[in-house]
Each structure stands twice: as structure tokens, then as C-alpha cells.
């Protein structure tokens, strides 16, 4: 059986590409930048009064692959690959717009980073889970950051979020 994958790394080759020439390695951790997007969404709080969720897994997150610039290569699958920049600052004025989307999805969403050419904002919530939000809606890219890169980077068509 033939996969997508070296025995190496977790990501599939095109992935794993994309995030060591973004400078992404294994075990990166940069838990202080982290800490300090963690005190600045914190420290916001929208004219309106909404303030920013911070949490573990969005912590985690921003340690591994913050400040990333990831530009995939390639193809995609099903649409285009899309260049990334992740660090959550991107959000700090749409501190309501995630509440919205925490309320509606039950759990709380931080945000994540942004799709430069696209502005559409990533967010993860409490479990993990990855999210896009743009003018064309809300979309699911992946129970977690890995499944989410993978979409993002190989072009993989993501779920659209519904109100059903």
C-alpha cells in the first residue's frame, strides 16, 4: 500500500514541505510568543465590550506554528492552495465575530491567523478544531491544527458550516 506520507514526518510530503520552508520543524515550540498573543487577546476588549477566548489548544497552536508564512506549492485537490500567516493578532478586532461563531457552534473559538490573499480569518476552538471565516461564510477545515493544514495546503475542499 502506497500513502502520501514519509516515515519521518506526520504530515504528508506536500505539508511537511510547505511548513520547513515556512520554518517549521518538529518540536518547535515558542510557548513566550505564544504567551504574549495569549496577554494581548486578553487585554482587548471590543467598543462593544466583547472580549477574546483564550485557551489551551489555541495556546499550543500558536507556540508550534505561530508566526508561520506557510505558501503551499502545487496544485490542489479540489481548489486552490492557500498561503497562510498564522498569528492570531489577525483577529483582534473580531473579537464578537468569534463569540458569534462560539455561541452558534456551542464552545469557545480563538482566532488563529488569516489567508493573506483571501482575508479569510482561522480560528480553533476549545477541542482543537479549525475554522475559516469569510465573506462566502463559515467553513470546518479539520478536527485539528494538522487536518486543517493538510486542507488549507493541498487544496482539499473544506466543509461548509450550516445552520441545519
Known amino acids: ?28 515550540w515558542d510557548i513566550k510568543q505564544a ?7 486578553r ?7 466583547h472580549r477574546h477566548a483564550v485557551f489551551p489548544a489555541a ?10 508564512h506557510i ?3 502545487g496544485p490542489g485537490r479540489r481548489i ?16 464578537r465575530t468569534l463569540a458569534d461563531l462560539g455561541r452558534a457552534l456551542d464552545t469557545e473559538v ?4 488569516t489567508e493573506p490573499h483571501t482575508r479569510s480569518l482561522l480560528a480553533i476552538d476549545t477541542e482543537g478544531r479549525v475554522y475559516a471565516l469569510d465573506h462566502t461564510g463559515d467553513w470546518y477545515l479539520g478536527p485539528d491544527m494538522d487536518r ?10 473544506p466543509e461548509r458550516l450550516t445552520t441545519a
Open 1 to 28: 500500500m502506497h500513502t502520501d506520507r514519509t516515515s519521518t514526518t506526520r504530515f504528508a510530503v506536500p505539508v511537511d514541505a510547505a511548513l520547513r520552508t515556512a520554518g517549521w520543524t518538529p518540536g518547535r
Open 35 to 41: 504567551e504574549i498573543w495569549a496577554d494581548t487577546l
Open 43 to 49: 487585554d482587548h476588549t471590543s467598543p462593544a465590550g
Open 59 to 68: 495556546v499550543e497552536a500558536w507556540a508550534e506554528f505561530g508566526g508561520l
Open 71 to 73: 505558501h503551499p506549492t
Open 80 to 95: 486552490a492552495p492557500v498561503d497562510l500567516h498564522i498569528d492570531p493578532l489577525h483577529g483582534l478586532h473580531l473579537a
Open 110 to 113: 480563538s482566532p488563529l491567523g
Open 148 to 157: 486543517a493544514l493538510t486542507t488549507l495546503v493541498t487544496g482539499t475542499e
